[in-house]
């Protein structure tokens, strides 16, 4: 028994991935991030304050608040960002992916390419409430949204990607 997806990409699925991604195979990054920017705001804001209570605040410091806010801006976006990004670099011209899970591998095509990908080539794979991640690497993922399973059960694709790659489905709560 194999499954056949049918997958036009969505902004959703990029910002699904980047979460998860985050969550798993960069949680220490993304960690080590937030308090970088954590402290540098908490930092830069005594420092405001305390030049505000001597009277010597400048345009220099002035300047500087606004990079910092751009900083926690761009933090707080970074995912949305990310997923911008992702999907304008990915999506341009391939139109819908057509992708075959047989017994052997997983077939992949869409209007500039055709491939393959052996279940022994992925490197984990994570699933949410709406869609799978197959780990190609440590970067880039095919990403099978349960919605797009034209064959088979999304609900037992789980327990067949498990049986070809010999990799635990690991849920992750985005």
Known sequence: MGFKA????????FLRWNKVYGKTENRKRSI??????????????GCMVFLIIID????????????????????????????KVSQKQ????LGTEY???????????????????????????????ERFYLLLDKRHALILPKKCITEGDPESFAGFISEKTGLEVKFVKC
């Open 6 to 13: 049918e997958i036009a990409y969505e902004f959703e699925d």
């Open 32 to 45: 080590a991030m937030k308090v970088f920017f954590a402290v540098m705001l908490l930092i830069f804001a």
């Open 56 to 83: 010597e605040l400048n345009s220099t410091m002035i300047v500087g608040g606004v990079f910092v806010a751009l900083a926690v801006i761009v933090m707080l976006f970074k995912d949305r960002l990310n997923a």
């Open 90 to 93: 990915f999506v341009n011209g």
């Open 99 to 129: 992708i075959c899970f047989d017994e052997e591998a997983i077939s992949v095509k869409n209007n500039k390419a055709e491939g393959k990908n052996y279940y022994s080539g992925i490197y984990a794979v994570y699933a949410d409430n």
